[in-house]
């Protein structure tokens, strides 16, 4: 395997350096699912290449019967070499349809960034491994944080990845997709790909690929590759993320997202870990417009203690049970075709996805009852216009 030998031995936050971006595969010929998996789409995140090295040399030593084919892949490599998050841009903000197109006919150049060049290569060989897929395509995207906490699973909220996260005994978070923009799972999502991210723990915590490792197992069995009775340790695997998810709840809400610039000197007050209950009004951080206070009584995420990000941290809020059997039924009868009928909503005459709401007439909707029908992305055009887009559920993978 590409990073095997250079693992033996290697401190947990030490930077990996594979020799190709292929870190390894594992496959059985029969037609089934297809399971893909980043790491180090962050180059300072080198746990996801350990976890993925544990996983496939177990593999590959007990071979277990496996449906089709699981593939890893190694994100910013430059960028992993450096042990930094990304070189020029972050690779995780760059997936953007007018980017990755431009890139794949000739019109951008891959030597325009660094991460232009990262990009190119991993979104070619993701779609050649999709293009051969015999079935589904799954993608596993792992990574860390850099504050300590609780690790976590991350969705586009459709109901084929909440399927694929529901095999996961860990907090999964809906609606992070809403705040961030270029991301590969947002990308990946709308090309037919069922998507998970996997935070793992802190960058620094040698726990972290452990929790990845688990994980990569259930995504096994999630996507349909493996059976249950296949996977090699998995009632561990489950002990060790139920420990690890602690007494958090099983799904939470992305709310508010605090955006940073450089410019505007932004620091985390010491001491907040990845799921700390805040208080509204509480004293989070300070920049050069003063103190920065929690928007809501909730739990804070990914609060920024690296120097590199341009997000400050994230505020979220627990997810009923109910709510999320409400969603699931109004977009199973597909209600959502009818949303245009409300006061101050209309269709989006440049996306058959998007709705464009009147916030001055419609604003009881602009959160919450556009969220249930799956319309989790939601932009303000102007001062008196929001446009929301709606998450398919039907995608499938279709060739060029």
């Known amino acids: 395997m590409a990073v095997a030998a250079v693992l033996d031995g290697m401190p947990a936050r030490a930077a990996v350096d594979p020799a190709t971006r292929l870190l390894g595969s594992y496959d059985s010929g029969r037609p089934g699912p297809l399971l893909l998996v980043t790491a180090g789409l962050h180059g300072n995140e080198p746990a996801g290449l350990r976890a993925v090295e544990a996983v496939l040399r177990q593999l590959r030593s007990s071979r277990p019967p496996i449906a089709w084919r699981v593939a890893a892949f190694a994100g910013n490599m430059a960028a992993i070499r450096e042990n930094k998050r990304y070189i020029d841009r972050d690779l995780n903000r760059l997936w953007h349809s007018d980017i990755v197109e431009g890139l794949r006919n000739g019109a951008i150049s891959p030597t325009e960034t660094a991460e232009h060049a990262e990009l190119a290569e991993l979104v070619d060989l993701l779609f050649a491994e999709a293009d051969n897929a015999t079935g589904s395509v799954h993608l596993l995207d792992l990574h860390t944080f850099s504050a300590p906490g609780y690790p976590f699973c991350c969705i586009g909220d459709t109901l084929q990845n909440r399927r694929f996260a529901r095999a996961m005994p860990l907090t999964t978070i809906l609606g992070l997709e809403e705040q961030l923009d270029g991301t590969s799972m947002e990308y990946l999502n709308e090309r037919g790909f069922t998507t998970l991210i996997v935070e793992g723990g802190q960058h620094e915590d040698p726990r972290a690929a452990g929790v990845l490792e688990a994980t990569f197992w259930y995504a096994l069995v999630a996507a349909g590759c493996l059976r249950r009775q296949d996977a090699p340790g998995l ?134 009852i556009f969220r249930l029908f799956g319309y989790r992305k939601i932009r303000a055009l102007d001062d008196h216009t929001l446009r929301v887009t709606r998450r398919r559920n039907d995608l499938r993978w279709e060739r060029d």
């Open 235 to 368: 009632a561990a695997h489950l002990r060790h993320l139920r420990d690890a998810r602690g007494g958090l709840p099983y799904v939470l809400e992305v709310r508010y997202r605090h955006a940073i610039r450089p410019v505007d000197g932004f620091a985390m007050r010491p001491g907040y870990t990845n799921f700390q209950p805040i208080k509204k009004s509480e004293h989070l951080a300070d920049d050069s417009g003063g103190a920065v206070r929690a928007p809501f009584t909730g739990y804070i995420l990914m609060p920024l203690y690296q120097k590199l990000g341009d997000d400050g941290f994230f505020a979220t809020k627990p997810v009923g049970n109910a709510w999320l059997a409400l969603s699931q039924f109004l977009r199973r009868l597909e209600l959502w075709r009818f949303l245009h009928l409300l006061p101050g909503v209309r269709r989006d005459p440049g996306s058959a996805n998007s709705l464009l709401v009147d916030r001055g007439v419609a604003r009881w909707s602009a959160g919450r």
